[in-house]
């Protein structure tokens, strides 16, 4: 029997008030499953990150989740610029945000290493004007 949960986003590019809807649903999910409030907290912030960095950088793109006992792993594709230097991404306060995004509070330059501080594995496959895909997993226990 597989007890694999899984899940498929759709998320709009250039939306912010629709940014967060596919994070907030998994987290429902898996509040109404029973998995520990540090997983949740967790899967909820690097999914959120991601999600506003593909609204933010990437014209959108598709989030599938998969929730297992074990772990709950995410996967956010987008066909956007793609990161040129992942290093520098993943430095805290590094943005290539616009100042319009940066003047709605977002673009701080936190996403990539929140994501990576959340994860317990995280994995980045980017193409310079291909797009970027990031695998994500957190491992968790169901509350007994």
């Known amino acids: 029997?597989?007890?694999?949960?899984?899940?498929?986003?759709?998320?709009?590019?250039?939306?912010?008030?629709?940014?967060?809807?596919?994070?907030?649903?998994?987290?429902?999910?898996?509040?109404?499953?029973?998995?520990?409030?540090?997983?949740?907290?967790?899967?909820?912030?690097?999914?959120?990150?991601?999600?506003?960095?593909?609204?933010?950088?990437?014209?959108?793109?598709?989030?599938?989740?998969?929730?297992?006992?074990?772990?709950?792993?995410?996967?956010l594709a987008d066909h956007g610029p793609g990161i040129r230097d992942i290093d520098l991404a993943m430095r805290e306060g590094y943005s290539t945000a616009p100042d319009n995004v940066r003047a709605l509070g977002f673009g701080a330059g936190m996403g990539m290493s929140n994501m990576k501080k959340c994860s317990d594995t995280m994995e980045i496959d980017t193409k310079v004007g291909k797009g970027t895909t990031l695998h994500m997993t957190v491992l968790a226990k169901k509350k007994q």
Do not use: C, W
């Not at 709009?12 to 029973?34: C, M, N, W, Y």
């Not at 967790?42 to 772990?71: L, Q």
């Open 1 to 75: 029997m597989n007890n694999t949960l899984s899940f498929d986003y759709i998320v709009p590019g250039d939306d912010f008030t629709r940014a967060g809807e596919a994070s907030s649903d998994v987290k429902h999910k898996l509040k109404q499953i029973g998995y520990d409030p540090d997983a949740i907290r967790r899967v909820a912030i690097a999914m959120y990150e991601g999600e506003i960095n593909m609204v933010i950088h990437a014209g959108g793109g598709k989030a599938h989740v998969e929730i297992s006992p074990e772990k709950i792993e995410m996967i």
